[in-house]
T-cell receptor, first 114, second 120 residues
């Protein structure tokens, strides 16, 4: 089955700096890669996703890049703000009948210091 | 937008009893739903795939006789934790997919609010 590795487990940055979180996956059948932000006791909130037919996607301060050959994808947050502090999870899913069956990375605790 | 609702949000039960958690898709039909478990400070782990009208598919290591899943309609899946023990205390969360296939931009995965289970 799919295995997703996420690094780093914790990340501390100063407000205004950039933050980068990296994930690798093992199953070449995976073609959907969402990133979630989760606050304690709440449901994961989708912040950006990328499908395997593109290599990069950007939404304001957030961007995701995908390298299918190397089987890794990364989350980039620019101009970080204290409210970006949370736990971030990457995930991977195959398509077809397996779409939605998510394998999550271990999570990254991001702390943005004012 | 589409919403997935999960109830109860919190439940405390005594050891040895059973607890049912409901997951509903409110404005779309979900032939497939997914159940995850998340222990404190850990990631979400898929427990099972719930298929409307057929048996659920359980991930390796998940006891199907302990975690009963029923998906009797296109909008409702239930997870019943039977003979609960303190080690079953966790955050249980469901998700539902709209559409089949990852490449169509309109196809989306929606999560329920989650259910905190505490077994005492």
């Amino acid at each position: 089955g799919e295995n997703v590795e996420q690094h780093p487990s914790t990340l501390s940055v100063q407000e205004g700096d950039s933050a980068v979180i990296k994930c690798t996956y093992s199953d070449s059948a995976s073609n959907y890669f969402p990133w979630y932000k989760q606050e304690l006791g709440k449901r994961p909130q989708l912040i950006i996703d990328i499908r395997s037919n593109v290599g990069e996607k950007k939404d304001q301060r957030i961007a995701v890049t995908l390298n299918k050959t190397a089987k890794h994808f990364s989350l980039h947050i620019t101009e970080t703000q204290p409210e970006d502090s949370a736990v971030y999870f990457c995930a991977a899913s195959a398509g077809g009948t397996s779409y939605g069956k998510l394998t999550f990375g271990q999570g990254t605790i991001l702390t943005v210091h004012p | 937008g589409a919403v997935v609702s999960q109830h109860p949000s919190r439940v405390i039960c005594k050891s040895g009893t059973s607890v049912k958690i409901e997951c509903r898709s409110l404005d779309f039909q979900a032939t497939t739903m997914f159940w995850y478990r998340q222990f404190p400070k850990q990631s979400l782990m898929l427990m099972a795939t719930s298929n409307e009208g057929s048996k659920a598919t359980y991930e390796q290591g998940v006891e199907k006789d302990k975690f009963l899943i029923n998906h009797a309609s296109l909008t409702l899946s239930t997870l019943t934790v039977t003979s609960a023990h303190p080690e079953d205390s966790s955050f249980y969360i469901c998700s539902a997919r709209r559409g089949q296939g990852a490449m169509a931009p309109g196809n989306t995965i929606y999560f329920g609010e989650g259910s905190w289970l505490t077994v005492v």
